[in-house]
């Protein structure tokens, strides 16, 4: 059985700073590329970064330069660490696994978390 637990989530104000982690199970971790996604209310669900099997990362331009995407294949762990946080950056956040990237374009794995909220105070 196929977990994705996410964590790290919570209430922070305009500028700071959260770090969220996502804890995988039943399935070989280091073959796998993951992805953050983020759904804010009323909106399609986005990608936000990606951390490929092979080691490429990809980040929408909206957190490049804030927002920092890491992997520990030993434990079984992504991380996104995310600074001078904005409030459009509120959303619900999920970590993806099973997906695949190539030709510049991340394939939707078919695993994910439960989420967690990040909410950004003005």
């Known amino acids: 059985q196929v977990q994705l637990v996410e964590s790290g989530g919570g209430l922070v104000q305009a500028g700071g700073s959260l770090r969220l982690s996502c804890v995988v199970s039943?399935?070989?971790?280091?073959?796998?590329?993951m992805g953050w996604f983020r759904q804010a209310p009323g909106k399609q669900r986005e990608l936000v970064a990606v951390f490929s099997s092979a080691g490429i990362i990809k980040y929408v331009d909206s957190v490049k330069g804030r927002f920092t995407i890491s992997r520990d294949n030993a434990k079984n762990t992504v991380s996104l660490q995310m600074n001078s946080l904005k409030p459009e950056d509120t959303a619900v956040y999920y970590c993806?696994?099973?997906?695949?990237?190539?030709?510049?374009?991340?394939?939707?794995?078919?695993?994910w978390g439960q989420g967690t909220q990040v909410t950004v105070s003005s």
């Open positions: 993806n696994a099973g997906g695949r990237y190539s030709g510049g374009n991340y394939y939707i794995g078919d695993y």
């Open positions: 039943g399935i070989s971790f280091s073959r796998n590329t």
